[in-house]
């Protein structure tokens, strides 16, 4: 199981410099795994993790297959676009198909590149994009309640359900909170996710800064965080300008390049690995001499459902799990070393997935 994440900016941020070093990123690792442009916006890359490359080591694996992650560039957003001003609805309507978003915000000065306001205000700019977001949402939550009426008198339960949800979301969104500060009750989590919400989405704000602050951010980066850290989101500062020219280099002259930058990685890794965590995703592993390969489950995932994503069949004829832990695997350096340390464990259906684990599924088929 992958992941959407959606590049939002207004423009002249740099969200298509950006978006242009994931992608050729993504083309550089495609010999390594199954990559392809969906469509010129939308491109693949994998998920950095070394834990892979340890176990393929030890395991003498033929191939190693990351798990990936999508990145959708969205069309630029201007003031007005929940009135469809620019293209606005262009961009309402494919945020509303990604998992989380990666809100690019300008947090370098450069004169020769304009900004539409006039100004290099970070908070400003997320302010704005936060504003079009909440007004399309309650225009939206307006007219589904006004829809939903006759189901309710008819005393269509779920209909019911649908409007408390919708009632609760546009009280937050009046008072100026986006839908995701709502608390949702776990029986009402499925309903909630299926409102579609703009602003329920998971938010991480990446700092797009100049060359000299990649390392460590600037003061408009730490206005960010600040900001970021008040509403319980995340960010990352990231060079865009850096990414990109790294993005064409070998990787050996690329790991050079972050050195004389004092960069210990690139940004992109950052990025994709606080998107990870924003959504509450981890990994397993699958180990052979064929290859050794990472999936994406998310926090939580039990046994039976995380075979699932390898192949439907999995979890329906789901006998068991073999595991081993990763730190066990690399000690004992192999699932036979495990073995004999007692290390290797049999789980049935209730065992929840701990990130890292490798795994073994017996199945009926």
């Not at 990123?25 to 199954?34: L, Y």
């Not at 007005?80 to 000065?109: M, P, T, Y």
């Not at 302010?127 to 399309?136: D, F, G, N, P, S």
């Not at 009046?174 to 009750?185: D, L, Q, Y």
Request: proline content about 3%.
């Amino acid at each position: 199981m992958g992941f959407k994440m959606g590049i939002v900016g207004l423009p002249n941020v740099g969200k298509s410099t950006l978006f242009n070093a994931l992608t050729r990123t993504a083309a550089a690792q495609a010999a390594n795994f199954p990559f392809c442009t969906i469509e010129p916006n939308v491109g693949e890359v994998a998920v950095p993790d070394p834990r892979l490359d340890k176990l393929a080591a030890i395991a003498g694996s033929k191939q190693i297959i990351p798990t990936r992650m999508t990145f959708v560039d969205i069309a630029g957003l201007v003031k007005g676009a929940s009135k469809g001003e620019g293209l606005g609805n262009q961009f309402l309507a494919n945020i509303r198909e990604v998992d989380a978003i990666a809100h690019v915000l300008r947090c370098f000065e450069d004169g020769d590149v304009t900004h539409v306001e006039g100004r290099v205000d970070p908070v400003a700019d997320a302010e704005t994009i936060e504003t079009e977001l909440m007004i399309a949402d309650m225009e939206s939550i307006e007219k589904r309640l006004a829809n939903l009426q006759r189901k309710i008198k008819g005393g269509d339960k779920e209909a019911v359900d649908q409007e408390r949800l919708l009632k609760t979301a546009l009280a937050a969104l009046e008072a100026g909170r986006p839908a995701r500060t709502v608390a949702v009750a776990e029986d009402d989590r499925k309903a909630w996710a299926m409102l579609q919400l703009l602003t329920a989405k998971p938010v991480l704000y990446v700092c797009n800064v100049e060359e000299a602050s990649a390392a460590s951010g600037n003061s408009q980066s730490a206005r960010v965080a600040e900001m970021a850290a008040a509403q319980g989101a995340a960010s990352v500062v990231i060079s865009a300008k850096i990414e990109e020219e790294i993005s064409q280099l070998p990787e050996d002259e690329a790991a050079m390049f972050l050195e004389e930058m004092g960069l210990s990685e690139a940004g992109l890794d950052r990025l994709i690995r606080a998107g990870y965590t924003l959504l509450g995703l981890q990994t397993y592993f699958t180990v052979g001499p064929k290859e050794a390969r990472a999936w994406t489950i998310r926090k939580g995932t039990l046994a039976p459902q995380a075979a699932g994503v390898i192949h439907g069949d999995f979890e329906r004829g789901f006998i068991r799990a073999e595991t081993v832990a990763f730190d066990d695997y690399i000690a004992f350096k192999g699932e036979a070393g495990a073995k004999e340390a007692g290390k290797f464990r049999v789980e049935g259906k209730t065992y929840e997935v701990k990130d890292g684990d490798v795994l073994h599924f017996l199945f009926n088929a």
